[in-house]
């Protein structure tokens, strides 16, 4: 066996090391976190990714068809209680701001596709802004 100092690897929900000289490690114990922690990771990323994307909370949550869950999310945050947002929710706000972290959403990730075709559409739609803007500078220039 080599010497390697044993190493514990953090998973979203358990705590596993299958390295070598783990012999003395306590395997398998729950690491989930609170509902708070949970929370603020939930915060972190829809600010990190509207600010990427820049959309306001009313337009994620308008194309989410979430209509007060980023909100309900900052109250809860800025109350320090409140409850997780639930699965529904996540995968509808992951599906506009796409980029999920691990750990986030419990059961199976959005697929690569979903992720693409969600990007797709959000990049549609700001080109057609671009577009929009384009004409109407041209516009006012043949007026002017």
């Known amino acids: 066996m080599s010497d390697i100092p044993p190493v514990l690897v953090k998973l979203p929900r358990l705590s596993t090391g299958f390295l070598p000289n783990t012999a003395d490690v306590s395997l398998g114990y729950l690491t989930e976190m609170t509902d708070q922690d949970f929370l603020r990771k939930v915060l972190a ?32 945050v800025r109350n320090g209680h409140g409850s997780r ?42 080109l057609n802004q671009i577009r929009a803007a384009i004409a109407l500078i041209e516009e006012t220039r043949r007026a002017g």
């Open 45 to 76: 990323w829809i600010d990190e990714r509207s600010a990427a994307l820049e959309l306001s909370d009313a337009e994620i949550c308008k194309q989410a068809k979430t209509p007060y869950a980023i909100q309900n999310i900052r109250k809860a």
């Open 85 to 126: 947002p639930k699965e529904p929710t996540l995968r509808a706000l992951a599906k506009v701001l796409g980029n999920a972290p691990a750990g986030l959403l419990a059961s199976s990730e959005l697929s690569d596709l979903d992720m693409l075709r969600s990007r797709e559409a959000q990049l549609q739609g700001q």
